[in-house]
């Protein structure tokens, strides 16, 4: 296995990579569907549009085309790639969708699995990459966060449909025996507050033989309770990166970009509010996307480093959110 080397002490960003369906879903055209206006989503969420995928692009392809970008700004021989991993709600093959992607990629030396957190699960996956990382186990790795709420959204449920789109977007992260630009992180999970968001199983009872039941498989809609979800946000967000900050001896000041998972306006200046960080520098994309579930921190970082908003040794203060409940916090140093 190439770059075992238990010298390894710290993690480099880089490439970032992104991709978005062609088809855009608008607030005026959502109103033909369910009973909303364009003023009220817009008002109650800072969301104007989303993307939603055609056949073509499901999982597999976005996550893909993200991947794809992120290694190419990495400038890497796809064959020096160790390990991939996918944070993603809804792959396209239950049994996991990272290996389909790393054949697409022809990275024939990595090892590629999903790893699933809903909202929180690219920062999770992150994490988790960047313990192989300093562990000494990989060199390179690429993590990408993709998902498609779309085919599991209740296109008839005002509450919820207004806020989700599909997405991904990818980082190549390299080990570094130099410096460690993953600076700190924190990770939480609370299933006893699980109800306020679920993608659940519906099991249809059938019988095999007689006397043998089983359950066919299959999922519901998204249910959501979309008051406690924002309640838990503000709260917990400010919380974990308050604590963050203070275990790495950072004061809010200090960080450049507070990238935050894209669910809601409301949310970002909340949380930006609390930690008496200022407008300008909260990143936000979700006009233009919605919430893409674990796609939204590096498509929204991707954006930042291409137009050159996020430079070279910026402090980027991160936290995912969102079903389990779950929500967890990074501090990295781009570059
Ligand atoms: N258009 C018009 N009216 C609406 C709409 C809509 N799309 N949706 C709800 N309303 C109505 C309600 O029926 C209600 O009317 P009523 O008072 O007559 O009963 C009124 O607006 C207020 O409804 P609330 O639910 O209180 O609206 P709220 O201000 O809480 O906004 C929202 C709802 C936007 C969903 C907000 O609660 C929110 O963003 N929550 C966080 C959700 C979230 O981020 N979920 C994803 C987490 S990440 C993950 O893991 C996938």
Redesign the pocket.
Known sequence: MEGINFNQIGVSFKGSGSYVPDQILTNQKISQK????NE??QS??GISERRISSVKDNVNEMGYQAALTAIEMANWDINTIDLIILATSTPHDLFGSAPSIQAKLGAANAVAFDLTA??SGFLFALITASKFLKGGSFKRAVVIGADQLSSFVDWND???C??FGDGAGALAIEATNEFDNFIGFDMRTDGGRGSF?NLPSKNKKDSIVDEIDFLSGGFSEIQ?N??E??KF?VKEVPLILEKLLKKMKYNSDQVDWLLL?Q??QR?LDSVGERLKIPKEKILSNLEKYG?T?AATIPLMMDEAVRDYRIKQNDIIATSG???GLSWGAALIKWG
């Not at 369910?34 to 206006?37: A, G, K, N, Q």
């Open positions: 369910v009973d909303t206006s009220w989503i109650r969420t809903a909202c005002r509450r919820s207004i806020l968001l959501m979309g008051q979800v924002y946000a998972h669910a809601n949310i919430n579930s959110f969102g079903a």
